[in-house]
């Protein structure tokens, strides 16, 4: 069996229809060699489903399993397999296989860059097939999101924490600011193209969704320190915080700052809020 599934994932042509519904036929005719005791499926419906799973990129027994396993968990799973409850070990389960796709892509990304990473080395890594990493992230930069939101959310509360004890107004908008861009400069190439995600991406996507969120809370924080001066209204320190956001984007994203220093991009945003702020 081990052999015939390697042979088959190197299959690169789509069989036609009439030739899977042969298969399954034929398969119905195999003799089954378990014993008659302990049978809960039938043979041929487990062949096909772990001939699926290697079609879809599994390339071990785990990956196997749950790529099996998820799939039978959306509405359209294989009518042959059991599904599981809602809750309890299954979801458990999902948030281990998160973790796992989570900490690979960290790793890889921090080591090479998101350009130098295949979505196949990650599955590969996490020990699971591709076709179970797109169930969680369709594309390179939905993983990045993935990875990168837990970070930008921990450097947003860091700088919020940081200026509720600083009275000026613009070192408290600075002291929010520093964070984000540290974490942006950490890799340059995933800094950048966290960016362009985030802002050409499809927003009803979770990951993208998340990310837009924490730049919405950034943006509140930001504000909030506007509103320290009572003159500053609500509406006015929204509009001019958003305002804040895009010199920040821009400095990150520039083509000419992709060899500046954290320090040299958080003294451009400064300049630029400066003047903002005088307005």
């Known amino acids: 069996m081990p052999t015939a599934l390697a042979q088959l994932g190197r299959t690169s042509a789509p069989a036609p229809l009439a030739d899977a519904v042969a298969l399954s036929g034929f398969l119905d005719l195999l003799p ?5 005791r302990g049978r809960r499926y039938r043979l041929s419906a487990l ?3 772990a001939a699926a799973s290697v079609l879809a990129g599994a390339r071990s027994l785990t990956a196997i399993t749950e790529w099996i396993s998820d799939a039978n968990n959306s509405p359209k799973g ?10 309890g070990r299954r979801e ?3 948030q281990l296989k998160l973790d796992r796709i989570t900490a690979a892509a960290h790793e890889l990304f921090a080591e090479r860059g ?19 990493l797109f169930l969680y992230a369709k594309t390179k930069g939905e993983l990045l999101l993935l990875v990168q939101n837990s970070l930008y959310a921990e450097a947003l509360e860091r700088g919020r ?10 070192d408290a908008v600075m002291t929010i600011v520093r ?3 540290e974490c942006n400069r950490t890799q340059v190439d995933n800094g950048r193209v966290h960016l362009r995600e985030m802002i050409f991406g499809d927003p009803a996507e979770p990951h993208h969704h998340e990310a837009l969120t924490i ?9 909030a320190v506007l509103c320290r001066d009572a003159q500053v209204s609500e509406a006015d320190a929204a509009t001019t915080a958003r305002v804040v956001s895009a010199v920040t984007f821009l400095a990150m994203a520039a083509s000419v700052n992709v060899a500046a220093s954290v320090d040299e991009i958080l003294r451009d945003i400064r300049e630029q809020i400066a003047v903002l702020l005088r307005r």
């Open 161 to 170: 924490a940081d200026a509720e004890d600083i009275p000026d107004t613009l």
């Open 47 to 49: 062949v096909a489903a």
């Open 114 to 132: 998101i350009n130098e990473v295949t979505t196949q080395q990650i599955a590969d890594k996490a020990d699971i097939g591709t076709g179970t």
């Open 215 to 223: 730049t919405g809370r950034n943006e509140q924080a930001v504000a």
């Open 32 to 36: 089954d060699p378990r014993g008659v």
């Open 78 to 87: 294989a009518p042959h397999v059991r599904r599981f409850p809602a809750a």
């Open 92 to 94: 458990r389960n999902k």
């Open 179 to 181: 964070p984000v861009v």
